[in-house]
T-cell receptor, first 118, second 112 residues
Framework: AQKITQTQPGMFVQEKEAVTLDCTYD???????LFWYKQPSSGEMIFLIY??????QNATEGRYSLNFQKARKSANLVISASQLGDSAMYFC???????????????FGSGTQLTVLP | KAGVTQTPRYLIKTRGQQVTLSCSPI?????VSWYQQTPGQGLQFLFE???????NKGNFPGRFSGRQFSNSRSEMNVSTLELGDSALYLC???????????FGPGTRLTVT
C-alpha cells in the first residue's frame, strides 16, 4: 500500500533559523513523485517543491529544499532562514500509479504544524 | 495566469439536501482532482478527471459524484448530505497526471 508518514504533529522554530520537517513514504512503484505543500490557516494548499523518484539531485526552490534519501524512503523538507509567514501546516504527498493505467493518485501525510517564533 | 477558482467558498446545508461545488482549473490544465479535508480523516482523495473522463476514484460512497466539462471545468455533487460530510473540499488542477497539482481556495461545507 502507498503511504506517507509525517511523525511530527507540531514543530517550533525560531525566526531566521532552519527547520527540517520529516517525511517517510512507502511504495512499491519505481516511478513516483514527492511533493510538499503548505496550508496556511486560510485553507489554500500552496505547492512548494517537487522531487521525482529518478531525480539524482535534491530539489531546491528558494528557501525550500527537499532532502531525498531514496534508500531510506525519506523526503524531508528543509526550510532555511524561517520567517513568521512560514507558520502553517505542511503536508508531504506522493503520487503513484493506480493499477496498470495511466492515472496517478496523490496521497497525503497527516501534516506537521510549524510555528515560527519571533 | 489565473489560479484555480472554486465556488462557492462557503456553504451551509441541511441533512438530506444535495450540493454542487464548482471548480475552474488553471488555463491549459486538463486534469482536475477533488479532495475532502476533515480534522479527523485529513486529506482524502475523492476523484480525478481528465478530458471529461473520470480516471480514478477514491473510497467514497456513491453519494459523491463529479463530472468534467469540455472546457475542463469540473463540478462535484454530494446527494443526501450527512453531518459527516462537513469538510473543506479542495479542487486541484495539473497539466497531466503525476505532475504538481495546484489547489484552489476550497469550499467549506457545513451540514447542519
Amino acid at each position: 500500500a502507498q503511504k506517507i508518514t509525517q511523525t511530527q504533529p507540531g514543530m517550533f522554530v525560531q525566526e531566521k533559523e532552519a527547520v527540517t520537517l520529516d517525511c517517510t513514504y512507502d511504495t512499491s512503484d519505481q516511478s513516483y513523485g514527492l511533493f510538499w505543500y503548505k496550508q496556511p490557516s486560510s485553507g489554500e494548499m500552496i505547492f512548494l517543491i517537487y522531487q521525482g523518484s529518478y531525480d539524482e539531485q535534491n530539489a531546491t526552490e528558494g528557501r525550500y529544499s527537499l532532502n531525498f534519501q531514496k534508500a531510506r524512503k525519506s523526503a524531508n523538507l528543509v526550510i532555511s532562514a524561517s520567517q513568521l509567514g512560514d507558520s502553517a501546516m505542511y503536508f508531504c504527498a506522493m503520487t503513484y500509479r493506480v493499477s496498470s493505467g495511466s492515472a496517478r493518485q496523490l496521497t497525503f501525510g497527516s501534516g506537521t504544524q510549524l510555528t515560527v517564533l519571533p | 495566469k489565473a489560479g484555480v477558482t472554486q465556488t462557492p467558498r462557503y456553504l451551509i446545508k441541511t441533512r438530506g439536501q444535495q450540493v454542487t461545488l464548482s471548480c475552474s482549473p488553471i488555463s491549459g490544465h486538463r486534469s482536475v482532482s477533488w479532495y475532502q479535508q476533515t480534522p479527523g480523516q485529513g486529506l482524502q482523495f475523492l476523484f480525478e478527471y481528465f478530458s471529461e473522463t473520470q480516471r480514478n476514484k477514491g473510497n467514497f460512497p456513491g453519494r459523491f459524484s463529479g463530472r468534467q466539462f469540455s472546457n475542463s471545468r469540473s463540478e462535484m455533487n454530494v446527494s443526501t448530505l450527512e453531518l459527516g460530510d462537513s469538510a473543506l473540499y479542495l479542487c486541484a488542477s495539473s497539466l497531466a497526471a503525476g505532475l504538481e497539482q495546484y489547489f484552489g481556495p476550497g469550499t467549506r461545507l457545513t451540514v447542519t
